[in-house]
């Protein structure tokens, strides 16, 4: 059935009855002694429905916008299962859909091309527990010190990579000194972080200061085989201090703390903080 109007069931009886005799001309359109509506066939809205009671489709919704330009499409797609998809300019761009052999709600996302991506959101039907996916995002992590900056020398190696759930970014990186031409710098060495931290929430503070832990770093000085463990503390909405064990105290980590950096030595570092 289509209509682009609206109609109401919640009427005076004489009103109702006028309704339901122009009704009746569309196909498929029924109205039970309960006050229950029943459709034998698609429902295609372009406009507003209200109804006193149920509305029974046997076949699929459809809610357009006056221009047609988006609309969400309600239909079964097996004998226990539904979805609803939301549809821009004919392109599905999400459905959310319930699976009954699994027993899971699933909120699906497509591309502008109506292609399924992934499923950021899943819900246990059994037990409430939400599964929220989110894209894994690479970025390249840096090496500086307070004074002068290290140089990484010749083919050095700098991955990294971190997730999001709304302000919470959390993730890892890894940096590693070339295999010649390396230079230490000089001063505290500090590495970046790949979103704005939150600094009214988390404190900063400079070298040796009271600044609120961000994160884990292991070290390793290549050539002896050393391997120090540490944290990361905040210093800039966008830098963090490498703090780790020297052997006799906990200190930054420098251009000649714990040991002289130089070619293949390298760090690998956790993060996880409140962004902006």
């Known amino acids: 059935m289509s209509r682009t109007g609206g109609f109401s069931t919640g009427l005076p009886p004489a009103v109702r009855r006028a309704f339901n005799s122009l009704l009746k001309r569309w196909r498929g359109f029924r109205t039970q002694e309960d006050g229950s509506n029943t459709i034998d066939g698609n429902l295609d809205v372009d406009g507003a ?52 052999s699994a027993d899971v709600f699933k909120i ?34 840096t090496l500086t010190a307070v ?40 001063g505290a060495y500090r590495v970046n972080l790949p979103v704005s931290a939150d600094t009214t929430l988390q404190r900063t503070a400079s070298v040796g200061g ?7 770093v292991m070290v390793r000085d290549e050539s002896g085989g050393t391997v120090r463990l540490g944290y990361l503390q905040l210093v800039s909405a966008t830098t963090a201090l490498i703090m780790c064990d ?28 409140i962004s902006v």
Not at 67 to 89: E, K, L, P, W
Not at 149 to 178: E, K, N, S, W
Not at 246 to 254: D, F, I, K, P, Q
């Open 49 to 100: 429905v209200t109804l006193s009671g149920d509305l029974d489709v046997d076949g699929a919704i459809t809610v357009a916008d006056s221009g047609g330009q988006s609309n969400i499409f309600i239909d079964a797609i097996g004998a226990n299962d539904a979805r609803m998809v939301y549809r821009d300019d004919g392109v599905v761009r999400w459905d959310f859909r319930y699976d009954e």
């Open 108 to 141: 699906r996302r497509h591309n502008t091309s109506g292609v399924f991506q992934d499923t950021p959101l899943e819900v246990d039907g059994s037990t409430g527990d939400v599964t929220v996916q989110q894209a894994y995002t690479s970025f390249t992590p």
């Open 147 to 186: 004074t002068t900056d290290p140089t990484l020398g010749t083919g050095p190696t700098q991955t990294g990579g971190y997730v999001q759930f709304g302000t919470l970014v959390t993730g890892q990186a890894q940096i590693r000194f070339g295999s010649s031409g390396a230079a230490a710098g000089s």
């Open 210 to 216: 009271r600044a609120s832990v961000v994160g884990e």
């Open 246 to 273: 020297a052997g006799t105290s906990v200190g930054a980590v420098t251009d000649s703390s714990p040991w002289t950096w130089t070619n293949n030595d390298w760090l690998f570092y956790k993060f996880s903080y």
